[in-house]
């Protein structure tokens, strides 16, 4: 049971947009700006694609957005790519040197 | 380039431990915590905790307090996570990733060590 809770599965057609859900607490995702997204390809590691609610790394496309109202945070990808298609992570700080994880969200390209 | 390079896969039986390294290079070894990371097969992932490699002083989550000890080399640019007492359910690939103090886990991860626990 993850601190965190997405939906198990995404899809959208390619040029579509699509959202993502976290939703965590009061105690995690409601009362820090440190929420994560993390992009993982099968057999790959986790890769940073958001940070502080919606900070783009650089080189991440500004395809990927991200936010957050109250107890959950969301990332928004906009004109899917064949590409995108992979597993995302929500993550938060929880307080008390904590992190938490979401549980994953596999998106598929249709 | 910064690069974590892991220790290789390990197979070990119940009620044993495992020591996994994350050799670093490519920037200054002291400037950010190195958190691990762990994903059992087919699940999520989970934060093990991490160390201030400057100071030595660590943080463990509450499911692996009293299991997991974390360490690191600055001579070497290397930090080490061990984990005792095995289980089946500690069958995961352990990552190392370096933490901005800033509760955020900055690229680029380790490759990955799967540890199977299996008698």
């Known amino acids: 049971q993850s601190a965190l809770t997405q939906p198990p599965s995404a899809s959208g057609s390619p040029g579509q947009s699509l959202t993502i859900s976290c939703t965590g607490t009061?105690?995690?995702?409601?009362?820090?700006?440190?929420v994560s997204w993390f992009q993982q390809h099968p057999g790959k590691a986790p890769k940073l694609i958001i940070s502080?609610?919606?900070k783009r790394p650089s080189g991440v496309p500004d395809r990927f957005s991200g936010s957050k109202s109250g107890n959950t945070a969301s990332l928004t990808v906009s004109g899917l790519q064949a590409e995108d298609e992979a597993d995302y992570y929500c993550?938060?700080?929880?307080?008390?040197?904590?992190?938490?994880f979401g549980g994953g969200t596999k998106l598929t390209v249709l | 380039q910064v690069q974590l390079v892991q220790s290789g896969a390990e197979v070990e039986k119940p009620g044993a431990s495992v020591k996994v390294s994350c050799k670093t290079s490519?920037?200054?070894?002291?400037?950010?915590?190195i958190h691990w990371v762990r994903q059992a097969p087919g699940q999520g992932l989970e934060s093990m905790g991490w160390?201030?490699?400057?100071?030595?002083?660590?943080h463990y989550e509450q499911n692996f307090q009293g299991r997991v000890t974390m360490t690191r080399d600055t001579s070497v640019g290397t930090a080490y996570m061990e984990l005792t007492s095995l289980r089946s359910d500690d069958t995961a690939v352990y990552y190392c990733?370096?933490?901005?103090?800033?509760?955020?886990?900055?690229?680029?991860w380790g490759q990955g060590t799967l540890v199977t626990v299996s008698s």
């Open positions: 990733v370096r933490d901005d103090t800033r509760a955020t886990l900055v690229d680029p």
């Open positions: 490519g920037y200054s070894f002291t400037d950010f915590l």
């Open positions: 160390i201030n490699v400057k100071s030595g002083g660590t």
């Open positions: 009061s105690s995690n995702i409601g009362a820090y700006i440190y």
């Open positions: 502080e609610v919606s």
């Open positions: 993550c938060s700080y929880a307080g008390n040197n904590n992190l938490v």
